[in-house]
């Protein structure tokens, strides 16, 4: 697969990544934080919904190991983790984590380039 293709088609999610930003939905009616992208709120039905960058500190929810990546691109990083995030402000996001992240850890995003794509990475936030 050529790389200078994105795998993940544009959205007001992905033109955040772009950006090295993390977003997510909030209902505007009820201010409900919603996971995924949606056309309404999972919580009281409002189509009011408004995009808003996280501050991209969460918990690992779930994590699996990669040892055998896709692509060319993320076989230079691997091995690696694939997570789900519980983001501070509610939702949930999948994302890249660094290698040996453990449910329960405290994570930070940094902004991943690889290839064409533009991705969230996870990595333990450090002590305080
Ligand atoms: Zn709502």
Do not use: K, N
């Not at 909030?26 to 996971?35: E, I, K, V």
């Not at 902004?111 to 064409?116: H, I, K, S, T």
Request: hydrophobic letters at 40%.
């Amino acid at each position: 697969m050529a790389t200078d293709t994105p795998l993940i088609p544009s959205t007001p999610f992905t033109q955040g990544l772009a950006a090295g930003r993390l977003r997510y939905q909030r209902c505007q009616a009820c201010g409900s934080a919603l996971t995924g992208q949606r056309y309404a709120c999972t919580q009281c039905g409002s189509a009011r919904l408004a995009w808003c960058d996280a501050v991209g500190t969460g918990t690992v929810y779930a994590v699996s190991a990669v040892h055998r990546a896709p692509t060319e691109a993320f076989r230079a990083l691997a091995p690696y983790a694939l997570v789900l995030v519980e983001l501070d402000e509610g939702p949930r996001v999948m994302a890249h984590g660094a290698s040996g992240l453990a449910i329960g850890e405290r994570v930070v995003a940094h902004p991943l380039q690889v290839g064409a794509q533009p991705l969230m990475r996870f990595e333990r936030q450090p002590a305080p």
